[in-house]
């Protein structure tokens, strides 16, 4: 499922440290890890022309797919992977430095939250992650990390400004002090647009920083911390004639969103000897949302207070068993996610009370049969109580497992083919069912929803012929039970009586030779249906079945390139179009270019950076996201964007 490990052949071609994926908290290399694995490193990141981390997902991950519910608005996108529709960000764990960027409610995870300035790097893992990170990583786990990978010091500005009144600035510093052992870092950001759409406008904020001190040994202490304002307007959805029409256009004229995120990280990582670490790792973040809506004849006010707790208890062993390399991992883990609101409407007024706490207890052991060839065996136990006062019952108990096992070989010492089996669970969003209003604008409860349950089986293989080439292919079967819709009949989220397939596979390519060129092709299919009962072999909404990236870029000379990327994604059908009854939303293709320049010629203007690039450059009109096939939200149109940066 991965692009390409770019990351992984930059690391060699310029004698980087070995790139290493920390979400599989045992810091191993992506050939060790029975998984499929894009590693987006810092280079990367600023070669791409992108500011947000959606436009960067959109281009370079093209396993993952982006629905812009706000045009250009990154606070509004969704990101799902492996076949998973609406409400597939619940499917997708997002991490920054520990902390779970989903949202226990229906709300998106705020992609806007997300430093890019100040990200070392992004890991993609494909497939179910359960076993380690528990609840909402049944399709993957996307890990995003601000820590910076050496001690050296930098520190920057920039400032970006470009189409519909889109200004922004960042200002950071990163760097540390080797003889002690201590790193530190911190971003800033401030980004504005007027929106493509009408009433689209967007403000936000985001302060990140954390400062880390490591001993000799390999224990360490990080703290970290951020702060997120994020303040946008809802253009609300349009009818496919007057998306074609005008898709700039909006009726929802006084519709807006406020979001205020604020957070804490610590990690205390002690190496008690060569064989044996023990990790400890809290976090707390509060979201407070605003959200207020008006229609012909009603409105609503909301209000919610959500916040979060964890803390996770890690042992780390890498003893010899029976004369093999063998290494362990035993963890336990207590969540609490808590929501406190306010909603009110011309119907009723309510304040709802949503709660779960959660215990759980998991062990992973990986044995390396010979240097190349590997087994391992994991298992999860969750105890989850969930509570919704304005349920019919309102206290639901869940005992949940999770399960893989999974082989690697290793051929050579750049390549790895891996096969997997992983049982996996997903609790619902804790406002998924507070229940719902009759034809007569009553209030009627109903059950919380049973949690989902599924099993996935996956093959892939990876190689890096050489120091610029890699390729890399995978395949997946995933089944569901009791996957969690929207109802537009009901006007509820319920349970599926059906089971749900999905059946998928990813290709890959890419050649990379610093100050010539690079090239990276990736392809993706998955075929979503449902498993028998009345929708039997229909479509899932939402779920393209074809995608396909092509990535370039070509130096000029040593201080200037040119890049440019193509994505093609094919139509789906809209949310909860179970029945498969409307129009599928068009296919697409985009197209996007831009030039990078770095001075060197003058001393002084060495650490400058100037760069522009074209989004959606032959302006093609898209929808990937509608509901009920009647209502379509367009994504933007073409727009350019100007950077100037300055490191020093």
Partial sequence: MTTTLIAAVFSVATNLPTVVVEASRLDRTPLEIPSAVHVIGQDEIASSGTHDAVDLLAKKAPELHVRHLGAANPALAEVSMRGYGENGHGRTLILVDGERLNSPDLNV?????????????????????????????????????????????????????????????????????????????????????????????FDLWNLNGGIKKEWENGTFLRVSGFYNDSRYDLPGALTYKEWKDDPQQSHAT?????????????????QLNDENAVKVTGNFSNRKMWAHQKGEGWFSDNEYDIYSYRLLAEWINSTRLFGFDNEFILGAQY?????????????????????????DYYAQDTFHFTDWLALQLGGRYSRAWSYNNLCEKERRNDNLGAFDAALVLNPTDDSKIYVKESRFYRNPFLDEVPGRYDAGYNWVNTKILAPETGWTTEIGAEWDITDEVSVGADAYCTWLEDEIFY???????????????????????AWEREKLAGLSVAASYVKATFDGGSFDDNLIPLVPEMALTVNGRVWLWDDCYIFGGYRFQSGMYSCSDFNNDFDKMDWYNVFHVGATYEPTFVEWLEGLKFSVVVDNLFDEEYCDYATYGTQYYPAAGRSFTFTVRYEF
């Fill in 109 to 201: 995870p705020n992609l806007s939250r997300i430093p890019l300035n100040g990200v070392s790097k992004i890991e993609v893992l494909g497939g179910a992650q359960t076993v380690l990170h528990g609840d909402g990583a049944s399709a993957g786990v996307i890990n995003i990390i601000t820590e910076p990978q050496t001690y050296d010091r930098k520190t920057y500005a920039e400032i970006h400004g470009g189409s519909w009144g889109s200004i922004g600035a960042a200002l950071g510093t990163r760097g540390g002090i080797a003889e002690e052992g201590i790193k530190y870092w911190a971003d800033g950001s401030w980004d504005h647009s007027d929106g493509y759409r009408d009433n689209s406008g």
């Fill in 254 to 270: 006084e519709d807006y969103f406020h979001r205020a995120t604020y957070g804490f990280n610590a990690t205390f990582n002690a």
């Fill in 335 to 359: 969540t609490a996610d808590l929501l406190d609101g306010a909603q009110k409407s011309n119907y009723t007024s309510q304040d709802p009370d949503y709660r779960r706490q959660a215990m």
């Fill in 487 to 509: 109802n537009a009949i009901t006007y509820n989220n319920e349970n599926s009586e059906d089971p749900t397939l999905r059946r998928g596979f990813d290709v890959h390519a």
